[in-house]
């Protein structure tokens, strides 16, 4: 399939002449530069392919997105602070505080590169911020039930490998 794009876009340039605008307004010819077929082109394989075009590595990230999403939604359950075992402190004043640890999913962002390895032919990059939200109130209880607000972020990466048919 890559290989009819770039014989239609190679045709298209040898069919059509090519029109540029000079600054009198008239239109000028531009040359184009054509291989001969003496000419040594590098076969387009997965490596040299530009991303927009490798459909494998368009799949894999799409998965590897899936998986991510997974897996934030797994650190988010088994933290040690989530807001479900949220830690309730009184501070020296008598006042409590609330704080818990929570990964917001808008905070993800995807990498997917080929690798150089034959047995991980992939590898994925997750990054998110995990943020930190604190309430403040007279009572534990109503320091549980208050507005919470993000007080801090920390960033994380995690890399991930792709290998027999899935993301480990």
Same mark, same amino acid.
């Given at each position: 399939m890559h290989k009819k794009i770039l014989a239609f876009l190679i045709m298209t340039l040898m069919a059509v002449p090519c029109l540029a605008q000079d600054n009198a307004g008239g239109a000028k010819t531009v040359? @184009? #530069? *054509? $291989?001969?077929? +003496?000419? =040594? *082109? =590098?076969?387009m394989t997965g490596k040299n392919l530009p991303l927009y075009l490798d459909e494998d590595l368009a799949v894999r990230? =799409?998965?590897f997105?899936?998986?991510a999403r997974l897996k934030i939604g797994s650190l988010n359950r088994n933290h040690r602070f989530s807001r479900s075992r949220m830690l309730i402190e009184q501070q020296a004043d008598g006042t409590w505080k609330a704080r818990y640890h929570q990964i917001e999913q #808008? $905070?993800?962002?995807?990498? @997917?590169?080929? !690798?150089?390895?034959? !047995? @991980?032919?992939?590898v994925g990059v997750l990054s998110y911020k995990e943020q930190i939200?604190? !309430? *403040? +109130?007279?009572? #534990? #209880?109503?320091c549980r039930k208050g507005t919470f607000r993000a007080v801090r972020a920390i960033p994380n990466k995690h890399i991930f490998c792709y290998k027999k048919g899935g993301w480990n």
């Open positions: 040359e @184009v #530069a *054509i $291989s001969k077929p +003496g000419d =040594k *082109i =590098k076969p990230y =799409k998965e997105r899936s998986f #808008a $905070s993800m962002t995807c990498q @997917v590169r080929r !690798s150089k390895s034959k !047995s @991980v032919p992939y939200y604190e !309430s *403040i +109130g007279a009572t #534990a #209880a109503e």
